[in-house]
């Protein structure tokens, strides 16, 4: 590459990373195997999921997008031999990546605990078997459909 001048100008590479999988950050939620993926911004952020895939992956990105301050949200499976899901969420200035998350998954928390209630109120007056409280239902799991 030549100046001006037709000076020859040196260009130094960009710093590469050996191993990309050692400079992720892993975030804390309840559990949930999380990291910030290299790259992000307190606006623009990728986040990778263990072990989730499709039906996290969707139900979120529409909870998210549902939130006036993103303006853009994506999920993807790399690969389907591998139980991972990567999201990439923009924000607009008033709010961070991290934020927007934390608000769509307590938002998808919050409706599927709706959608639970409603089923079980359902299935009582279908069956006439009490409904399991809110408390039973996260300390022991959902009970069967047929015991």
């Known amino acids: 590459m030549s100046n001006e001048n037709g000076d020859d100008t040196v260009m130094e590479d960009a710093q590469s990373s050996q191993h990309p999988e050692q400079t992720t950050d892993e975030i804390e939620l309840e559990g949930t195997q999380l ?12 986040f990778e999921f263990r072990d989730e895939g499709h039906t996290l992956g969707n139900a979120l990105r529409y909870i998210i997008m549902k939130n ?15 139980a991972k899901m990567n999201m990439r ?10 934020d927007a998350l934390k608000k769509g998954l307590k938002d998808l928390q919050d ?23 809110k408390k039973q239902l996260r300390e022991n799991g959902e009970p069967r459909m047929y015991d």
Not at 35 to 46: E, I, N, R
Not at 89 to 98: V, W
Not at 111 to 131: G, H, I, M, N, Y
């Open 111 to 133: 409706l599927c605990d709706v959608v639970a209630e409603k089923f079980w109120d359902a299935r009582e007056s279908v069956t006439q078997t009490p409904a399991p409280s």
């Open 89 to 98: 969420i923009q924000t607009y200035d008033g709010t961070t990546a991290i």
């Open 68 to 82: 006036p301050e993103v303006e853009f949200c994506a999920y993807a499976i790399p690969h389907p031999s591998e």
């Open 35 to 46: 990291f910030l993926l290299p790259g992000s911004t307190p606006t623009a952020a990728s």
